[in-house]
């Protein structure tokens, strides 16, 4: 498995409390993304990072915001959680490849309920 | 915008028989199709890339632009196949994959 952790691996939280959850990585590449996996919906990007300091909104941005200060990290906020924030996220990482064929590499996923 | 279809949510077998896991996609480009698959408590993890033409644990699959589909096929079905397995596509310049819902392979004994 490529050298990736998600912290923490499970949360329980109540609704309006802030959540972070964080991505490292010892690989080095470049790109970084925040997905969350729900039934029905499959995976669906939050946000991503092209570099420090360099992020974009993925499709279901609303209620997150992210952060990349360093190479090997990449936090994920909920800056007041949500019952529909309930889901796995699931963080993931690719090489800044010339070629097309470069793929990503997830972590184990965290799982976040929020009550 | 570039959306990618799952239409089935599970799909159970026997052991030995044909799998077909279909996906269809919108994009009005020139894609990169991709199939992840996450075997129960592994990772997700890439099966296999429609540019490489590879044959990834017997599974194909064949990107057909007038039909805008990228089906994954498996002649004969092994129970360490059951696993959920997910289509993507990237768009041009893009980044990002853009997965669908996913499809659930259950293969029986």
């Known amino acids: 498995d490529a050298g990736i952790t998600q912290s923490p691996r499970h949360k329980v939280t109540e609704t309006g409390t802030p959540v972070t959850l964080r991505c490292h990585q010892t690989?080095?590449?470049?790109?970084m993304y925040w997905y969350r996996q729900d039934p029905g919906h499959g995976l669906r990007l939050i946000h991503y990072s092209y570099g420090v300091k360099d992020t974009d909104k993925g499709e279901v941005s609303d209620g997150y915001s992210v952060s990349r200060s360093k190479t090997e990290d990449f936090l994920l906020t909920l800056e007041s959680a949500t019952s529909s924030q309930t889901s796995v996220y699931f963080c993931?990482?690719?090489?800044?490849?010339?070629?097309?064929?470069?793929?990503?590499?997830f972590g184990s996923g965290t799982q976040l309920s929020v009550l | 915008a570039q959306r990618v279809t799952q239409p089935e949510k599970l799909l159970s077998v026997f052991k030995g028989a044909p799998v077909e896991l279909k996906c269809n996609y919108s994009?009005?480009?020139?894609?990169?199709l991709f199939w992840y698959v996450q075997y129960s408590r592994q990772r997700l993890q890439l099966l296999l890339r429609h540019i490489s033409r590879e044959s990834i644990k017997g599974f194909t699959a064949d990107l057909n632009k007038g039909e805008t589909s990228f089906h994954l096929k498996k002649p004969f079905a092994q129970e360490e196949d059951s696993a959920m397995y997910y289509c993507?596509?990237?768009?041009?310049?893009?980044?990002?994959?853009?997965f669908g819902s996913g499809t659930r392979l259950q293969v029986q004994p």
């Open positions: 690989e080095n590449h470049r790109y």
């Open positions: 993931a990482i690719s090489e800044d490849r010339v070629t097309t064929n470069e793929k990503l590499f």
């Open positions: 993507a596509l990237r768009g041009m310049g893009r980044r990002a994959l853009t």
């Open positions: 994009y009005s480009g020139s894609p990169e």
